[in-house]
Structures are given as structure tokens and as C-alpha cells.
């Protein structure tokens, strides 16, 4: 069974910095792409950003939003993935889930698609 | 930026009830369209996938179709534990990945 189990949300103030973590098991997570996204209160869901897997050289994307700010990283031999949250803002106020990724190839080309959701840390941005 | 539209923003419907949600995306997109289900205070669970591929172990009550930028997601007799919120998300062109506003499905 696909277990994704965050941790390392809390209270920080404007301007502070948050690492989350996501620890994964049930599956081979050095084979997936994996993700971040969160969810405001009461809205809808927002990609955060990714990171590939050792084959794709772990390269990440990011939102705009949180480009510069955010810094996502994995450590394949723990079998977990990292949220570095810099410069918080109240805005990013949210629960952050991780999700894992599985890529098909379709059609000439390689896609991306979320299969698995964790259950969620709150991060709440507060002076 | 991809943008998906969803419609209607909120629903109320009855037990039994055949019910379709539809997305609408700025561009098209083949058929990189998923749609994920969340219930209170629970995550996001995957349903579809490829617009119209059911993901394991979902009833078979719930299907999708559509391509290129318009697509719908139907719920062919609702039961209780259908209501929530759904979210389309498109997968074929990143960054960003983009999700729909989500429809709200409640109970009449």
C-alpha cells in the first residue's frame, strides 16, 4: 500500500523559513517524480513544483509563486522528499501535500501524472 | 499558463441522481486530463485519468470523456458518499501543473 506521510508543518512568522518533509513507502520512490501541492483554507489546490527522478538528474520546477523562495529535494536512500520554504509569506499560509507522480508514454511523447496524495501538513504564516 | 474552468462552481443534488461536471481548458490539451475527488478534511484521491481512464479501484459509477478543451466527468447515480469537491487537472504542458476552481457537490 502507497503510504505519503507529511510532517514539519507549524506556526512561523513573515519572513521565516519551514523545512517539510514527506516520507514515503509501499512503493519504489527512487523511480517517481514527486510533487508538492497545497491547499489554502477553504479553496482550491495550487501546484507548488516537482522534482524528477536520478535518471532525469533530479531536476525540479517550480510555481511562480514560490519561485526563488521554495527549494525541493529528495533523498532516494531515506526514501523521502523535502519542502525548504524561505521568505514565508502570509499568503503561503496552507496544507502542503506531497503526491507522487507516475509518467506514461503516449502519442511521440512523455507525460506526468499525480497518482498518489499524501494526507497534509499545515503551514500557517502569522506575526 | 493552462487554464481550466470548471462548471458548475457548486451543486446540489439527490441520492440516484445522474450528475456531470464539465471542464473547459484554455488550450487544447489532448486528453491530459485527470480529476481527483475531496471529500472533508480528507486529500485529494485520484479518479480519473487520460479523461476517461478509471483509476483502480474507483466504482465504476463515476466516467469521463472529452478531449482537445472541453471535458466532463459524470456520476451515472449518486450515492451518499459521492458528495465533495472535485478538481480537473491537466498534465500536458509543465510548469505549472494547473487545476480547475473545483465544483462543489452537496446534497439537495
Known amino acids: 500500500e502507497v503510504q505519503l506521510v507529511e510532517s514539519g508543518g507549524g506556526l512561523v512568522q513573515p519572513g521565516g523559513s519551514l523545512r517539510l518533509s514527506c516520507e514515503a513507502s509501499g512503493f519504489t520512490f527512487s523511480d517517481h517524480y514527486m510533487d508538492w501541492v497545497r491547499q489554502a483554507q477553504g479553496k482550491g489546490l495550487e501546484w507548488v513544483g516537482r522534482?524528477?527522478?536520478?535518471?532525469?538528474?533530479?531536476?525540479?520546477e517550480y510555481a511562480a509563486s514560490v519561485k526563488g523562495r521554495f527549494t525541493i529535494s529528495r533523498d532516494d536512500s531515506k526514501n523521502s522528499l523535502y519542502l525548504q520554504m524561505n521568505s514565508l509569506e502570509t499568503e503561503d499560509t496552507a496544507l502542503y501535500y506531497c503526491?507522487?507522480?507516475?509518467?506514461?508514454?503516449?502519442?511521440?511523447?512523455?507525460?506526468?501524472?499525480?497518482?498518489?496524495w499524501g494526507q497534509g501538513t499545515l503551514v500557517t504564516v502569522s506575526s | 499558463a493552462i487554464q481550466l474552468t470548471q462548471s458548475p462552481s457548486s451543486l446540489s443534488a439527490s441520492v440516484g441522481d445522474r450528475v456531470t461536471i464539465t471542464c473547459r481548458a484554455s488550450q487544447g490539451i489532448g486528453s491530459a486530463l485527470a480529476w481527483h475527488q475531496q471529500k472533508p478534511g480528507k486529500p485529494p484521491k485520484v479518479l480519473i485519468y487520460?479523461?476517461?481512464s478509471l483509476q483502480s479501484g474507483v466504482p465504476s459509477r463515476f466516467s469521463g470523456s472529452g478531449s482537445g478543451t472541453d471535458f466532463t466527468l459524470t456520476i451515472s447515480s449518486l450515492q451518499p458518499e459521492d458528495f465533495a469537491t472535485y478538481y480537473c487537472q491537466q498534465f500536458h504542458t509543465y510548469p505549472p501543473v494547473t487545476f480547475g476552481q473545483g465544483t462543489r457537490l452537496e446534497i439537495k
Open positions: 503526491a507522487r507522480d507516475r509518467t506514461k508514454y503516449s502519442g511521440g511523447r512523455w507525460y506526468v501524472l499525480i497518482d498518489d
Open positions: 487520460d479523461a476517461s
Open positions: 522534482i524528477r527522478n536520478e535518471a532525469n538528474s533530479y531536476t525540479t
